[in-house]
């Protein structure tokens, strides 16, 4: 009864893990989806990251900005670990037996791009993960550059010429007429 | 400002990191300059293409559930997603292939679980390690014997690659097809370091209709 009593009043004064967290899942997962490309390895992804969080939950109410924190883990992890094991010379046969149980109604499928942006996403997986990230980060999911510098460790002069240097590669990928005549004038005018 | 000036400073005008007075610059020469004017529309077209890049929204109760998992599940995402594998879809495949399960505890070396598969049929039988701390760079091994093959890579009988071997419960999904009517081992091996662990798997391959597990299903959480 001591216990029962003792762990609401310590719930009262402390969020759970479930608390702290849950406002934050919905934007850890989209960013997730952003890097991974697909609901089922964006799930996977999130997933583990809160598996590798949960004994942490006393250091983290110790944070001031949580949200920026956890984007930054999420993109460590992803880095750090789920594109090392991407290079399992397995990949490729279990990703046939997944197909089995794939869940149609995958909100992925059902996307709708335009034209372009199909264009710019095929145009983002042929990119270096040092571009295809920041272009993911700055570009789509609108953090700026000093958050970024934050969240990616790394300055913002070297974030805006990765970023130069990442659109203009963007540009270079997509189909010439895929914007419309003034793609074609990027490249001339860069020249002069 | 020339042509190749507002080229130049078009990712800061468009990103309004410019100073005022040379966003200004900007805005004269693309006015009076039918080409930049165009790049400029262009970039701004591109940059909205990307704003508006569809995301899917989370699956419902996926949340929950993963708040929830996240405080039972002390699995491998390490292991599981080498395979490319969500831990949904990997539980998933367990269960349709009824439960395979040599769970390869490292009590010692030597442990032997046992396994029975059926000629010609696929099969995903998962090898669960149990990790009293966190490897990381650790390297896993696994040497099929000649009568299994991975259905993938068939022909090649040892695959290695890097790992990170979390504290608890790593799980490595294997799909394996049975080529010959034949007893064998599957060995695997850890190594981090100066450490390497190897464990042994039994195999057997029977014409039958069934094939099962010898000690039984194992849940890995």
């Known amino acids: 009864m001591k216990i029962g009593l003792f762990s609401r009043f310590k719930s009262a004064a402390q969020p759970s893990f479930e608390e702290l967290l849950a406002p934050h899942v919905e934007q850890l997962y989209r960013l ?18 809160l598996v590798k969080l949960y004994p942490k939950h006393q250091e983290l109410l110790l944070l001031d900005k949580l949200g920026p924190w956890l ?3 999420l993109y460590h992890l992803y880095i750090d670990a789920y594109r090392r094991q991407r290079r399992s010379p397995l990949e490729y046969g279990m990703d046939e037996s997944l197909e089995v149980s794939a869940d149609l109604d995958r909100p992925d499928y059902q996307l709708e791009y335009t034209e372009l942006q199909r264009e710019i996403q095929a145009a983002l997986d042929k990119m270096s993960e040092e571009h295809r990230i920041l272009l993911i980060m700055h570009d789509i999911e609108a953090y700026s550059l000093p958050e970024l510098e934050g969240i990616l460790e790394v300055p913002i002069g070297t974030l805006k010429s990765r970023l130069h240097r990442g659109r203009n590669r963007l540009k270079d990928l997509l189909k010439k007429g895929t914007i419309n005549e ?6 001339m005018q860069g020249a002069r | 400002m020339n042509c190749k000036q507002f080229i130049g400073q078009l990712d800061d005008y468009v990103d309004g990191s410019l100073p005022p007075e040379e966003s200004r610059a900007v805005e004269i020469h693309s006015a009076g300059c039918d080409d930049c004017n165009q790049a400029l529309n262009a970039h701004r077209e591109l940059l909205a293409a990307l704003r508006g890049m569809p995301a899917p929204a989370m699956r419902p109760g996926f949340a929950a559930q993963a708040l929830l998992g996240a405080a039972r599940r002390r699995r491998s995402y390490g292991f599981a997603a080498g395979f ?4 949904a879809a990997g539980l998933a495949i367990w269960l349709v292939v009824g ?31 149990f990790a009293p701390k966190q490897f990381e760079h650790a390297r896993l091994s696994i040497l099929l014997p000649e009568n299994l ?20 419960a790593n799980v490595v999904p294997l799909p394996l097809r049975a080529i010959k009517h034949a007893s064998g081992h599957i060995v695997a091996s850890i190594e981090s370091g100066n450490q390497k662990k190897v464990f042994e798997v039994q195999v057997q391959v029977l014409s039958g209709e069934q094939s099962r597990i010898g000690p039984g299903p194992r849940p890995v959480v």
């Open chain 2, 84 to 87: 490319g594998t969500a831990v």
């Open chain 1, 182 to 187: 003034g793609q074609a004038l990027f490249i």
């Open chain 2, 149 to 168: 093959e991975i259905p993938s890579l068939p022909g090649q009988r040892e695959i290695a690659w890097d790992v990170t071997l979390q504290e608890g």
């Open chain 1, 71 to 73: 984007v930054r883990s």
């Open chain 2, 99 to 129: 439960g395979l399960l040599p769970a390869t505890k490292p009590a010692g070396d030597g442990d032997i679980s046992k396994v029975v598969l059926r000629l010609d049929q696929e099969s995903t039988v998962n090898i669960a390690f």
């Open chain 1, 32 to 49: 997730a989806f952003r890097y991974c490309g697909t609901q089922h390895d964006a799930e996977d992804l999130v997933q583990d990251l």
